[in-house]
Each structure stands twice: as structure tokens, then as C-alpha cells.
């Protein structure tokens, strides 16, 4: 059990389009979820915490209304990137934590490729 | 949270057995050791994780001496599938987000 799927796989589209992606957990309860970036040969680095209900808590330096999280459910949570520009061409992956406490794996989604022509 | 550092590359032959060594000089009482192995263009996931000594599961072993400012990820007999990116990680046991903070990782290359 614990998969985290995440859609879609990869995106290619125009600079200034809205590409919104979908996080899932798809056998358990998630109040909590996570999104990274990350960037060829590099690593992950943490966007944001998605809170069931509630609002976003966004890291230093990430755009909230650039990136707008929304996590209406407890086994969704999707990312929307905002006018999005090659910039943002990025490989962003979300996890979940199945069950509670802070050392609880986390289950990650394959990720989605994003390409902003 | 803690930082980690690990080396960044590392490289080893099949059936070989692989050491990866992280410190984590700053660890506090409450923090975890968490090992996320990751292959290109996929989502990380998770190995092992421990607090002290020695921790075994069926895919590897994490060593963790009694300070605790290091720990070490074991993978018996590698084969060429273990090709990937292993990061080691702290996790605070009271942290209220649990969110976690990647470093670099090692990118381990396993060659015939």
C-alpha cells in the first residue's frame, strides 16, 4: 500500500498557459502533502507543505500566487503553476505521509515533467 | 533540521557490497535517519530509516555509532538496477510538518 500517483506524467505547452497538476493518494488518507522542484542533476527542493483545508505553507523564495496549491480533499492535492514561462520548465513531484507523525516515510508520486515553449 | 553531507559520487562493481557514509554533525536527541533512494525521472523512495545502531531490512542496512553524527547505508551485492541517487536525511521526530529538506545525495553508478 502507500501509492501516490501523480498527473499528468509530462506537459508541453505555450509560455503564459495554467498547467495544474494532480497529486493522489490512492490507498490511504493524506492531511498532508508536499511539492518539490527539481532541475536536471539536482536536487529536490521543497516548494511547499499542502495542508488538508486549509492553506498552503509555501518555503522561502516560492511564489504562492505563482504556484497555487490547492488540497480540497484527503487524497488530493493539486499544484496549479500560474502563467507559466520556460523558467518554470521544471520536474515537480509531490509526496504523501501515510498515517500520522513527522517520521513517517513519505511516498512519492513519479512526478511530472513540465516543458514552457 | 540538520545537514547532511554525503559524498557526491560514488562508483562500484556488481555483486560488491556499497557503503554510503553521511554526517550529520548537528543531529538533536529527537531526529531520525532516513535514506531515499532515487532513479532518474521518478519520484524518490524510501530505503531505510533509523535512530541508533543498526537497523536491517530487506534491501539494505543502516550503521548508526553511538554519536550519532554519522550513519551509514549498506547495500549487499549491488546489481546494476541499484544505479541511482541516495540521499540521506534528518527528520525531527516532533517536527509538526515533517517536511523534509534534500541535500545533494550520492549518485552511486553500479558497473558490470
Known amino acids: 500500500g502507500a501509492v501516490v500517483s501523480q498527473h499528468p506524467s509530462w506537459v508541453i505547452c505555450k509560455s503564459g498557459t495554467s498547467v495544474k497538476i494532480e497529486c493522489r493518494s490512492l490507498d490511504f488518507q493524506a492531511t498532508t502533502m508536499f511539492w518539490y522542484r527539481q532541475f536536471p542533476k539536482q536536487s529536490l527542493m521543497l516548494m511547499a507543505t499542502s495542508n488538508e483545508g486549509s492553506k498552503a505553507t509555501y518555503e522561502q523564495g516560492v511564489e504562492k500566487d505563482k504556484f497555487l496549491i490547492n488540497h480540497a480533499s484527503l487524497t488530493l492535492s493539486t499544484l496549479t503553476v500560474t502563467s507559466a514561462h520556460p523558467e518554470d520548465s521544471s520536474f515537480y513531484i509531490c509526496s504523501a505521509t501515510k498515517g500520522q507523525g513527522a517520521i513517517q516515510p513519505q511516498h512519492f508520486g513519479d512526478g511530472t515533467r513540465l516543458s514552457i515553449l | 533540521l540538520a545537514k547532511t553531507t554525503q559524498p557526491i559520487s560514488m562508483d562500484s562493481y556488481e555483486g560488491q557490497e556499497v557503503n554510503i557514509t553521511c554526517s550529520h554533525n548537528n543531529i538533536a536527541t529527537n531526529d531520525y535517519i532516513t535514506w531515499y533512494q532515487q532513479f532518474p525521472s521518478q519520484g524518490p523512495r524510501f530505503i531505510i530509516q533509523?535512530?541508533?545502531t543498526k537497523v536491517t531490512n530487506e534491501v539494505a542496512s543502516l550503521f548508526i555509532p553511538a554519536d550519532r553524527k554519522s550513519s551509514t547505508l549498506s547495500l549487499p551485492r549491488v546489481s546494476l538496477s541499484d544505479t541511482a541517487v541516495y540521499y540521506c536525511?534528518?527528520?525531527?521526530?516532533?517536527?509538526?510538518?515533517?517536511?523534509?529538506?534534500f541535500g545533494q545525495g550520492t549518485t552511486l553508478q553500479v558497473k558490470p
Open positions: 533509523g535512530y541508533k
Open positions: 536525511l534528518v527528520v525531527l521526530s516532533s517536527s509538526n510538518t515533517g517536511k523534509l529538506i
